[in-house]
Protein backbone atom coordinates (compact mmCIF):
# COMPACT_ATOMS: atom_id res chain seq x y z
CA UNK A 1 0.00 0.00 0.00
CA UNK A 2 2.74 2.37 0.82
CA UNK A 3 4.32 1.96 -2.74
CA UNK A 4 1.34 2.98 -4.38
CA UNK A 5 1.07 6.13 -1.96
CA UNK A 6 5.04 6.90 -2.93
CA UNK A 7 3.82 5.76 -6.61
CA UNK A 8 0.77 8.48 -6.54
CA UNK A 9 2.47 11.19 -4.65
CA UNK A 10 5.40 11.31 -7.39
CA UNK A 11 2.94 10.89 -10.84
CA UNK A 12 0.57 13.90 -9.47
CA UNK A 13 4.00 15.94 -8.70
CA UNK A 14 5.03 15.64 -12.21
CA UNK A 15 1.70 16.08 -13.70
CA UNK A 16 1.04 19.01 -11.56
CA UNK A 17 5.05 20.81 -12.56
CA UNK A 18 3.99 19.59 -16.19
CA UNK A 19 0.49 21.34 -15.85
CA UNK A 20 2.03 24.57 -13.99
CA UNK A 21 5.06 24.75 -16.29
CA UNK A 22 8.12 24.04 -13.52
CA UNK A 23 8.97 20.69 -15.01
CA UNK A 24 12.56 22.61 -15.15
CA UNK A 25 12.76 23.08 -11.61
CA UNK A 26 11.76 19.59 -10.31
CA UNK A 27 14.32 17.88 -12.96
CA UNK A 28 16.85 20.13 -11.16
CA UNK A 29 15.45 19.48 -7.66
CA UNK A 30 15.65 15.31 -8.63
CA UNK A 31 19.18 15.59 -9.99
CA UNK A 32 20.57 17.73 -6.69
CA UNK A 33 18.97 15.78 -4.77
CA UNK A 34 20.65 12.53 -6.09
CA UNK A 35 23.84 13.90 -5.85
CA UNK A 36 23.58 15.02 -2.37
CA UNK A 37 22.57 11.40 -1.65
CA UNK A 38 25.27 10.13 -3.01
CA UNK A 39 27.86 12.70 -1.53
CA UNK A 40 26.19 11.45 2.09
CA UNK A 41 26.13 8.35 1.56
CA UNK A 42 29.77 8.03 0.79
CA UNK A 43 30.61 9.99 3.73
CA UNK A 44 28.40 8.20 6.03
CA UNK A 45 30.03 4.91 4.51
CA UNK A 46 33.72 5.78 6.52
CA UNK A 47 32.40 6.43 9.95
CA UNK A 48 29.78 3.47 9.63
CA UNK A 49 32.74 0.84 8.64
CA UNK A 50 34.54 2.47 11.51
CA UNK A 51 31.93 2.13 13.47
CA UNK A 52 31.47 -1.84 12.25
CA UNK A 53 34.88 -2.70 12.38
CA UNK A 54 35.44 -1.25 16.15
CA UNK A 55 31.92 -3.26 16.90
CA UNK A 56 33.83 -6.28 15.83
CA UNK A 57 36.87 -6.01 17.46
CA UNK A 58 34.40 -5.40 20.96
CA UNK A 59 32.68 -8.54 19.68
CA UNK A 60 36.25 -10.75 19.36
CA UNK A 61 37.02 -9.31 22.74
CA UNK A 62 34.10 -10.48 24.15
CA UNK A 63 32.54 -6.79 25.14
CA UNK A 64 29.61 -7.74 23.39
CA UNK A 65 28.76 -10.90 25.00
CA UNK A 66 29.84 -8.68 28.55
CA UNK A 67 27.16 -6.28 27.38
CA UNK A 68 24.57 -8.84 26.24
CA UNK A 69 24.95 -10.82 29.39
CA UNK A 70 24.74 -7.83 31.66
CA UNK A 71 21.49 -7.24 29.70
CA UNK A 72 20.11 -10.88 29.75
CA UNK A 73 18.03 -10.90 32.95
CA UNK A 74 15.82 -7.96 31.62
CA UNK A 75 15.79 -8.92 28.31
CA UNK A 76 14.33 -12.84 29.54
CA UNK A 77 11.73 -10.80 31.94
CA UNK A 78 10.82 -9.27 28.50
CA UNK A 79 10.67 -11.71 26.31
CA UNK A 80 9.27 -14.65 28.89
CA UNK A 81 7.94 -17.13 26.26
CA UNK A 82 11.70 -17.12 24.49
CA UNK A 83 13.86 -19.43 25.83
CA UNK A 84 16.86 -18.58 27.29
CA UNK A 85 19.70 -20.41 25.15
CA UNK A 86 17.33 -20.16 21.90
CA UNK A 87 18.78 -18.04 18.73
CA UNK A 88 16.18 -15.71 18.91
CA UNK A 89 17.20 -14.23 22.25
CA UNK A 90 20.89 -14.36 20.99
CA UNK A 91 19.89 -12.07 18.08
CA UNK A 92 17.33 -9.67 20.05
CA UNK A 93 20.40 -8.83 22.43
CA UNK A 94 22.87 -8.62 19.07
CA UNK A 95 20.18 -6.04 17.93
CA UNK A 96 20.11 -4.00 20.83
CA UNK A 97 23.34 -4.07 21.50
CA UNK A 98 23.90 -2.27 18.03
CA UNK A 99 20.94 0.17 18.48
CA UNK A 100 22.73 1.17 21.43
CA UNK A 101 25.78 1.95 19.73
CA UNK A 102 23.89 4.04 17.39
CA UNK A 103 23.99 1.53 14.68
CA UNK A 104 20.80 1.40 13.11
CA UNK A 105 21.84 -0.34 10.18
CA UNK A 106 23.81 -2.65 11.82
CA UNK A 107 21.15 -3.48 13.54
CA UNK A 108 18.62 -4.17 10.92
CA UNK A 109 19.96 -7.81 9.87
CA UNK A 110 19.66 -8.91 13.37
CA UNK A 111 16.29 -7.18 13.95
CA UNK A 112 15.26 -9.14 10.99
CA UNK A 113 16.77 -12.30 12.04
CA UNK A 114 15.43 -12.02 15.75
CA UNK A 115 11.65 -11.87 14.08
CA UNK A 116 12.37 -14.90 12.14
CA UNK A 117 13.22 -17.07 15.03
CA UNK A 118 10.37 -16.00 17.00
CA UNK A 119 7.95 -16.57 13.82
CA UNK A 120 9.52 -20.25 14.20
CA UNK A 121 8.79 -20.42 18.10
CA UNK A 122 5.13 -19.00 17.80
CA UNK A 123 4.41 -21.28 14.33
CA UNK A 124 2.17 -18.56 13.44
CA UNK A 125 1.79 -16.20 11.03
CA UNK A 126 0.43 -13.76 13.17
CA UNK A 127 2.37 -11.32 15.22
CA UNK A 128 3.29 -13.01 18.97
CA UNK A 129 3.63 -11.14 22.38
CA UNK A 130 7.37 -11.87 21.93
CA UNK A 131 7.39 -9.88 18.64
CA UNK A 132 5.23 -6.83 19.67
CA UNK A 133 7.84 -6.30 22.10
CA UNK A 134 10.58 -6.52 20.86
CA UNK A 135 8.99 -4.55 17.95
CA UNK A 136 8.26 -1.56 20.28
CA UNK A 137 11.77 -1.53 21.76
CA UNK A 138 13.47 -1.53 18.64
CA UNK A 139 11.59 1.19 17.26
CA UNK A 140 12.40 3.02 20.81
CA UNK A 141 15.84 2.17 21.09
CA UNK A 142 17.47 3.18 24.07
CA UNK A 143 20.86 4.64 22.35
CA UNK A 144 24.32 5.29 24.25
CA UNK A 145 26.15 6.78 20.85
CA UNK A 146 24.33 8.30 18.00
CA UNK A 147 26.94 7.06 15.81
CA UNK A 148 25.09 8.11 12.48
CA UNK A 149 23.97 11.39 13.53
CA UNK A 150 26.70 12.10 14.48
CA UNK A 151 28.58 11.00 11.37
CA UNK A 152 25.58 13.26 9.54
CA UNK A 153 26.46 16.38 11.90
CA UNK A 154 30.07 15.87 11.13
CA UNK A 155 29.43 15.66 7.21
CA UNK A 156 27.69 19.17 7.78
CA UNK A 157 30.60 20.81 9.42
CA UNK A 158 28.41 21.38 12.90
CA UNK A 159 30.96 23.04 15.62
CA UNK A 160 29.86 20.87 18.15
CA UNK A 161 28.88 17.19 16.81
CA UNK A 162 28.94 14.88 19.60
CA UNK A 163 26.85 17.72 21.48
CA UNK A 164 23.62 15.48 21.24
CA UNK A 165 24.98 12.42 23.18
CA UNK A 166 23.30 13.75 26.58
CA UNK A 167 19.78 14.87 25.03
CA UNK A 168 20.04 11.64 22.69
CA UNK A 169 20.61 9.42 25.98
CA UNK A 170 18.01 11.08 28.12
CA UNK A 171 15.31 10.64 25.03
CA UNK A 172 15.50 7.25 24.10
CA UNK A 173 15.85 6.16 27.77
CA UNK A 174 12.34 7.67 27.76
CA UNK A 175 11.34 6.77 25.21
CA UNK A 176 12.38 3.26 25.76
CA UNK A 177 10.52 3.60 29.28
CA UNK A 178 7.30 4.67 27.49
CA UNK A 179 7.48 1.72 25.33
CA UNK A 180 7.71 -1.19 27.79
CA UNK A 181 4.92 0.89 30.36
CA UNK A 182 2.64 1.04 27.20
CA UNK A 183 3.57 -2.65 25.84
CA UNK A 184 3.11 -3.93 29.63
CA UNK A 185 -0.30 -2.23 29.88
CA UNK A 186 -1.50 -3.96 26.87
CA UNK A 187 0.23 -7.07 27.65
CA UNK A 188 -1.77 -7.31 31.16
CA UNK A 189 -5.10 -5.66 29.78
CA UNK A 190 -5.09 -8.82 27.56
CA UNK A 191 -4.53 -11.33 30.07
CA UNK A 192 -7.31 -9.66 31.97
CA UNK A 193 -9.79 -10.25 29.17
CA UNK A 194 -8.94 -13.52 28.35
CA UNK A 195 -8.83 -14.73 32.36
CA UNK A 196 -12.68 -13.20 32.25
CA UNK A 197 -13.38 -15.74 28.89
Do not use: C
Not at 42 to 59: H, P, Q, R, T
Amino acid sequence: MINVIWAMLAVIGIVYAGINGTMAEVNRAIFQTIDDSVMITLSLMGVLIFWLGLMKVAEEAGLLRALAKAFRPIVTRLFPDIPRDDPAMGYILSNMTANMLGLGNAATPMGIKAMKEMKRLSGSDEASRSMITFLALNTSSLTLIPTTVIAIRMKFDSAAPTEIISSTLIATAISTMAAILIDRYFYYQRRKKERHI
